[in-house]
Every structure is written in C-alpha cells, then in structure tokens.
T-cell receptor
Framework: GQNIDQPTEMTATEGAIVQINCTYQ??????LFWYQQHAGEAPTFLSY??LDGLEEKGRFSSFLSRSKGYSYLLLKELQMKDSASYLC??????????WGAGTKLIIKP | ETGVTQTPRHLVMGMTNKKSLKCEQH?????MYWYKQSAKKPLELMFV???????ENNSVPSRFSPECPNSSHLFLHLHTLQPEDSALYLC??????????????FGPGTRLLVL
C-alpha cells in the first residue's frame, strides 16, 4: 500500500530551528508538497519538490531525496505564528495526492 | 486569502436531516475536490471534478452526493449521515485537470457535527 509517515507532534522554541521529516512509500512519484494548516483554517501551500535537493523560500526550506523516499521541511527563526500543523503529500504515478496525517508543531516562548 | 470560500463554516445536524455544503472558487481553476479531514488522520479524497465532470469517487457512501454545476461551484449534499461522518470537510481547486502536478488551493472547511 501507499504510505506517508511524519511525526505526530513536535515542540520547538521561538527563534530556534526545527526540521519536520516526511518519509513516503508510493507507487511512483510526481512531486512532493508541504502545506501549513493553522487550527480551524485552510491548508495553505508552502512548497513543491520534484527534483532532489533543497528549495529555499525565506525562513522555510524543503529538501527531497527521491532515492531515499524522504523529505524534510526546515523552519528557521521560529515565530509563535508558526504554530500549526504541517502536512506532507506526494503525487503518485496516477497523479493522485497521497497525504500524511500531519505534524502538529508547538512553538514555546 | 486563498480564493476558495466554503459555507457554512460550522454545521450541526441530526442523522435524519438533509443539508448541503457549498464551495466557490474565484481562481479560474478547472478542477475541484472534496476532502474529509478527521483528527490525526490523513486527508481523505472524496470526489474530484475536472472540467465539471466527476473523475473520481473513492468509494464514498451514497449518503454523500456531490454536484458541480459549473467550474466555480461545488456542492456536497448530505443525507441520513452517521455520527462517524463528523469531521472537517475541505474543498480545494487546482488549475488545469486533476491529472497533473498543479498545486491545490483549499477553502477554510466546514466543521460538521452529526448528532
């Protein structure tokens, strides 16, 4: 079967750096997405990786290794507003999005 | 703002009620989606419409009935739901058809409670 694994919950300190990992086992690969979802709000698009390597976008970066079936989302200079759930999703060979259960990130002062 | 709106934001209904969820996208997209989000579970894709035609129905119970009158509007009609159907129902849209790598943009969801 197809599977996306990511930690259920993480805690970090304001101003620090946190890395949220995502491993996947899917039938084919057509890209990996990261979304941010604040409680009670819509998931919002953060990043898309289809080639190996690091994509940087301000305080957020996303890394992909297709050979390892692995990605991470790196958040720098954490702010209280970064407290949210972070969803990892992979498009399989049929272009269907397979979703992880999300990682709830708690930022403490 | 993501350009995708959903109404109502919250809904409480009994098991014998009939209600409808509405989604509207203002992004000029051609594909629209209904998802179910339950606590600590992955998003579950329910229905996909591409160019106003339904292209996927992931074995969703018939008590959920989608309707897509045009490329900007999507409805989910609810009838004789069960308590386990209580969840957040998210609508999303994307540019082009559903068979590509286009990013999906989500609405804020309808929080449904079935009593």
């Amino acid at each position: 079967g197809q599977n996306i694994d990511q930690p259920t919950e993480m805690t970090a300190t304001e101003g620090a750096i946190v890395q949220i990992n995502c491993t996947y086992q899917t039938s084919g690969f057509n890209g990996l997405f990261w979304y941010q979802q604040h409680a009670g709000e819509a998931p919002t698009f953060l990043s898309y990786n289809v080639l190996d390597g690091l994509e940087e976008k301000g305080r957020f970066s996303s890394f992909l290794s297709r050979s390892k079936g692995y990605s991470y989302l790196l958040l720098k200079e954490l702010q209280m507003k970064d407290s949210a759930s972070y969803l990892c999703a992979v498009k399989d060979s049929n272009y269907q999005l397979i979703w992880g259960a999300g990682t709830k990130l708690i930022i403490k002062p | 703002e993501t350009g995708v709106t959903q109404t109502p934001r919250h809904l409480v209904m009994g098991m014998t009620n009939k209600k409808s969820l509405k989604c509207e996208q203002h992004l000029g997209h051609n594909a629209m989606y209904w998802y179910k989000q339950s606590a600590k579970k992955p998003l579950e894709l329910m229905f996909v419409y591409s160019l106003e035609e339904r292209v996927e129905n992931n074995s969703v119970p018939s008590r959920f009935s989608p309707e897509c009158p045009n490329s900007s509007h999507l409805f989910l009609h609810l009838h004789t739901l069960q308590p386990e159907d209580s969840a957040l129902y998210l609508c999303a849209s994307s540019q082009g058809g559903s068979g590509g790598v286009e990013t999906q943009y989500f609405g804020p969801g309808t929080r449904l409670l079935v009593l």
